[in-house]
Every structure is written in structure tokens, then in C-alpha cells.
């Protein structure tokens, strides 16, 4: 038996990285999964997952033994996720889990930041956590018990020069969890929310080419903020797919309204 039996999950981001592994971990806890993704090109901006790529997630899913529904979404515009929710209440009668993974990030010194780059980042990283929120909660306190897991980043919890877009929306994604955490306490729901470290995804690689640099170089200099130096201070993808999984579970039915870096000591130091 799983942790997760008879469970739903909603994920955002979920064509690949953070998004994908998390699907991935929650199905083989037993959960079925509803998966989104752009699966388009943002202009002046690293590439975004693929519709192929969210296609393999839920393939993969599906070889786990559990069942999914993959969806083409931009979670800026708040009628495709209410369509999504609505397609995965009809498919699968529930919605247990909602994992906000979908994030965006742009290298901009202040002075020379785009309106165009601003609203991305902004509308995708906190309207589009807003946006699912307010979609499914209404379905989540009918039945009086949900789980929300928003991803906020180490970067929302200590200040990071050149992506000051990024670090103000994913600090407003700690503030709006802690107060939904208050406000929907009276129907049992969940509220917390995950700072991941420096992990080399499709986010830390577009964000090494932004600024000119080679990927492996820059995670090198990215990942120099942990406590923890070598093989443990390299904050890997399943390292907050398992955390996502704790919180998901019964194992965390009293903990709502925090905020848990998983960042090999960053945010501490």
C-alpha cells in the first residue's frame, strides 16, 4: 500500500523537472495525477517543457501502475486552469493534492527590466499559484480536507540580486500560503509550501544561458551557498519530490502554514 491511495494530485509545471519527478513520486505512493503544462514558447525566455515531454510524464505515470490526465495549461490565464480542475473533477471525482510548481525566472538588473519580463515572471510564479488556488479550493472545502503544497525557493526566503521579479513573487507565495493556511484551517485543508536550493533543471539551465555562462559552470557557483559542501550540499530533484511526498501525506496532517528549504543549508547560512 501507498501513502497516497485513492488520492488525486494536481500538479502545474509538470512536463519536466521539479513537476515531473513529483508526479512521478506521488504515483508510485499511489496517487493519480493530473498533470499541467505550458507546453509553449514564452517569448524572450529560456524554452519551456514540450508537449512531448508532458505527454512522457504521464506516460510514465501510467508504467508506475497509476492513472493520469495530462493537460496543455498556462496558469497565468485563470479560465485554462479552471477548465483543467473542472476536466480533472470530471475525470477522477476529487482533487486530494495540489502541488503550484510552475515557476519562470529571467536574469534583470532592475534598470534595465522589461514590463514583458516582469509580468512573466510575476503572473506565472504567484497569479498562476493564486489562480490555482482559487479554482480548487472551492471543491477542497466542500468536501472539508485537501492538500496544498506551493513551491516558493530559497530565493523568496533570502535576497538574490539580478532576479529581484523572481525572489518578490516567490516571497509572496510564503506569505500567501501562510495566509490561506489561516484561512482555510476551518475546512481541514493543508497549506505549506517548499523553498528548493540551486538544482540543475531546465530553470537553472536557461538561467545559465541568460547570462552567458556554461550550465555546469554556473550551478557550481549557484550551489557555493549551502552549509553543507560535496556530494551533500548538491540538492537534487528527488530530494524535494520527497519532501513534496511527505507533505502530501498523513504523516503531515498537523503541519500547515510553513515554509521548508530544502537547500542543503543556504538559507541558514
Known amino acids: 500500500m501507498g501513502k497516497l ?3 488525486v494530485a494536481f500538479i502545474t509545471g509538470a512536463g519536466r523537472g521539479q513537476g515531473a519527478s513529483h508526479a512521478k513520486y506521488l504515483a508510485r505512493e ?3 495525477i493530473i498533470a499541467v503544462d505550458i507546453c509553449d514558447p514564452i517569448s524572450d525566455f529560456y524554452s519551456t517543457a514540450t508537449q512531448q515531454e508532458l505527454d512522457d510524464t504521464v506516460q510514465a505515470v501510467k508504467e508506475i501502475g497509476s492513472e493520469a490526465l495530462g493537460l496543455r495549461v498556462d496558469v497565468r490565464d485563470f479560465d485554462q486552469v479552471k477548465n483543467a480542475v473542472d476536466r480533472g473533477l470530471e475525470t477522477f471525482g476529487q482533487i486530494d493534492i495540489v502541488c503550484n510548481n510552475a515557476g519562470m525566472i529571467r536574469v534583470d538588473a532592475i534598470d534595465e527590466m522589461s514590463t514583458h519580463s516582469l509580468d512573466v515572471v510575476v503572473d506565472i510564479c504567484l497569479k498562476g499559484t493564486f489562480n490555482v488556488v482559487r479554482c480548487v479550493a472551492p471543491h477542497m472545502k466542500a468536501r472539508r480536507s485537501g492538500t496544498i503544497i506551493n513551491t516558493s525557493s530559497a530565493g523568496g526566503l533570502k535576497a538574490l540580486p539580478y532576479v529581484s521579479h523572481y525572489a518578490a513573487a516567490k516571497g509572496g507565495v510564503i506569505l500567501a500560503t501562510q495566509s490561506w ?3 482555510l484551517a476551518e475546512w481541514d485543508i493543508n497549506v505549506n509550501a517548499v523553498a ?4 540543475k533543471t531546465g530553470m537553472i539551465i536557461g538561467l545559465a544561458g541568460q547570462a552567458g555562462q556554461d550550465p555546469d559552470e554556473a550551478f ?3 550551489n557555493q ?3 553543507f559542501k560535496g556530494e551533500k550540499g548538491v540538492v537534487e530533484v528527488d530530494d524535494i519530490s520527497k519532501m513534496i511526498v511527505f507533505l502530501a501525506s498523513e504523516d503531515a496532517r498537523t503541519i500547515t502554514g510553513q515554509t521548508f528549504p530544502v537547500d542543503a543549508g543556504w538559507t541558514a547560512s
Do not use: M
Open 220 to 222: 557550481e557557483q549557484f
Open 225 to 227: 551557498n549551502g552549509l
Open 181 to 183: 493556511a489561516n484561512e
Open 5 to 7: 491511495d485513492g488520492k
Open 196 to 199: 528548493p536550493g540551486t538544482i
Open 30 to 32: 499511489g496517487a493519480k
